[in-house]
């Protein structure tokens, strides 16, 4: 494949995302990076060209451009830049694929269509998280009919995490308006924007409550109502709306009323970006991101996305995926602007299932992926190929630098909906039950005194890590312990495990990436055995059990586990029917993660901590546990 590609604004949030994607997934491209700085050392991988790009200085942008195949459009903002690197792109005889996110840069790029196809050119636009995966969605519902009048919503969720990228925050001012052009009854209407309409709040998976949504004018809107929208599709409304954590919808309705000029419009930007850094180190600030689209507002009969993942990483897989395409000759015959919306259902399926070979899939909005996006945070991680980009990639709880700001207060509701918290309050009456408490928290310093020992003999590199540890472990023994003398040993037992097991399965969900995750290397099998492998050894490494490990053959990898430190400290302190919980709750991640994979699992538990585990590549789709 001998295919050039520019990534334009390729310094940017998504665009050196799209960058180190694309090497990732096709190290025999030619990628280079356009831009008006010099990227920093160390943002793009070393092998990347970076060329000079003043989109402003025609004649040598168009000299540039006409040394590649294909230009990537990640500029920003694009309410700003508009159509004018796609002229300069047609000027250079060259096709685009661009993430633009206005609608008055859609309106601009959807003029130049009779030029492109008189060109022979293709111009890819709205190829990014919103317009572009949410695009998709509703197309598969339009397709399907899943609205009989053709009556749609879209909702977006951004946690604060990643703090957004330099020209973000002037697109969001761009969506404060009174008046909103939006898609109406099969047409396109201006509208007083419906600040609050009964429809201005949403309750998002992983949300106590509804939270408030601001209107904005979708780039759909200029598509839909172009000429050529694929034959399959009857949209005859959308209503599109967002909610970014800590962005408040008195204060989007307050910024409506000025029409900011430049300067002011500098400084307000400057101002939410500086802000937004700052906001993405709060121990609040979320990492998940949510996409939920649906008819007649109905969300259960919806498709929705959900990860701990940013919409950057989100949009630079959905432009990857364009450019995937492209490079297989999905659009051979397909010439002028193209936004999803006017594509055939046979190329939009293609779309769908490259972006899932990205990890990113959509699933029906149900009770069992509701609870999973709420529960257990979502099936979609930010991650490419590249091993690094795994998920705590070699860590585990107790080296891992910071939780999900939500596992602290998911642990307790685990805790309080759980059948053994139920059993001990029906067991005990107020008096009674405070009695217990108190009891506990003695019990707790007790047992920690007892492990005073092993804290003893793992001084040095580990010993903080060692306090946490006997902390956890003296905090297991003392509630079961007394729970055991309530209920009876049997009883206690029964409704613990289940307690242990159910929320470690929780806190395993974000530990580990999703299974998906993994669908982005060749080879998922080794991927897979590679991370789990590096969990695995450097938790032998902290000394709480010996890890032997041998091949047989190409195909089988075996693993033993003994002398389990868990197990030692749990018969310590008078608990020893405890010992085998971890590995069960371990057996039950490893066996999710390889869900989708061609791995053969099995686990043997063999008392005391210690557990046999043998991995081997099946010609059949199974994790076995």
Not at 148 to 166: F, I
Not at 465 to 479: A, E, Q
């Amino acid at each position: 494949m001998n295919k050039k590609i520019i990534v334009l604004g390729g310094t940017g949030e998504s665009g050196r995302r799209i960058i180190h994607l694309l090497t990732s997934r096709h190290p025999e491209l030619k990628i280079s990076c356009g831009a008006r700085r010099a990227p920093k050392d160390g943002i793009l991988p070393k092998n990347i060209e970076y060329v000079p790009f003043d989109i402003n200085d025609q004649s040598h942008s168009v000299k540039t451009l006409a040394q590649y195949d294909l230009a990537v459009i990640a500029l920003g903002p694009m309410d700003k830049f508009a159509m004018l690197a796609h002229q300069l792109c047609l000027d250079a005889n060259i096709d685009a694929v661009d993430i633009n996110d206005s609608l008055h840069g859609a309106d601009q790029i959807l003029t130049l269509h009779k030029n492109a196809e008189s060109k022979q050119r293709l111009l890819l636009t709205g190829m990014g998280f919103s317009p572009g995966i949410s695009t998709l969605l509703l197309t598969e519902l339009a397709h399907q009919k899943a609205s009989p009048n053709g009556h749609y919503q879209c909702r977006l969720y951004m946690g604060a995490a990643y703090g957004g990228g330099e020209t973000s925050p002037q697109a969001i001012l761009a969506s404060f308006t009174n008046q909103l052009t939006c898609w109406r009854a099969g047409t396109r209407q201006q509208i007083d924007t419906p600040w609050q309409d009964g429809h201005h709040q949403f309750t998002f998976p992983a949300q106590k409550k509804p939270v408030d949504l601001i209107p904005f004018a979708t780039p759909e809107v200029a598509g839909l109502g172009s000429v050529h929208v694929a034959d399959d599709l009857d949209i005859k409304q959308l209503d599109s709306r967002y909610h970014i954590q800590h962005l408040t919808l008195g204060f989007a309705k307050f910024m409506s009323k000025y029409r900011l000029g430049e300067r002011k419009n500098a400084f307000f930007s400057n101002m939410f970006f500086n802000n937004g850094q700052k906001l993405k180190t709060k121990k609040d600030s979320d990492p998940d991101t949510c996409l939920w689209v649906y008819p007649d507002n109905n969300p259960q009969a919806g498709l929705m996305l959900h990860g701990v993942v940013s919409s950057y990483e989100l949009t630079a897989k959905m432009a990857c995926v364009a450019v995937e395409s492209w490079l297989n000759n999905v659009f051979a015959t397909s010439y002028g602007v193209k936004a999803v919306e006017h594509l055939p259902y046979e190329t939009r399926q293609i779309l769908l299932q490259t972006l899932a070979q990205y990890g990113v899939t959509a699933r029906p909005a149900n009770e069992q992926n509701f609870h999973q996006a709420d529960q257990e945070f979502g099936w979609v991680d930010s991650v490419s190929s590249e091993p690094s980009s795994l998920r705590n990639l070699g860590f585990n709880w107790y080296t891992v630098a910071n939780q999900h700001p939500k596992m602290a207060k998911r642990q307790q509701e685990y805790l309080y909906k759980s059948d053994i918290w139920h059993a001990l309050k029906e067991a005990t009456n107020t008096f009674s039950f405070t009695k217990f408490v108190i009891s506990t928290l003695f019990a707790w310093s007790r047992d920690g005194k007892r492990l005073q020992s092993w804290r003893d003999k793992n001084q040095g590199e580990h010993s903080e890590v060692w306090k946490s540890i006997t902390k956890d472990m003296s905090m297991f023994t003392s509630g079961y312990g007394n729970a055991r003398a309530l209920l009876g040993k049997e009883k206690a037992y029964q409704l613990y495990r289940a307690m242990f097991l159910e929320t470690g399965k929780m806190e395993m969900r974000w530990l580990w990436p999703n299974p998906e995750s993994f669908t982005l290397f060749d080879d998922q099998e080794a991927a897979i055995l590679q991370y789990w492998l590096a969990w695995l050894r450097n938790y032998a490494k902290l000394g709480l059990f010996t890890l032997k490990e041998h091949q047989e053959g190409t195909q089988k990898h075996v693993i033993s586990i003994s002398d389990c430190a868990y197990a030692a400290m749990f018969k310590e302190l008078d608990c020893p029917e405890l010992a085998d919980m971890v590995r069960e709750m371990e057996q039950e991640a490893l066996t999710f993660l390889a869900s989708q994979s061609n791995l053969e699992i099995t686990f043997n538990i063999k008392g005391h901590g210690n557990a046999d585990i043998t991995l081997t590549k099946s010609p059949t789709l199974q994790a076995v546990g």
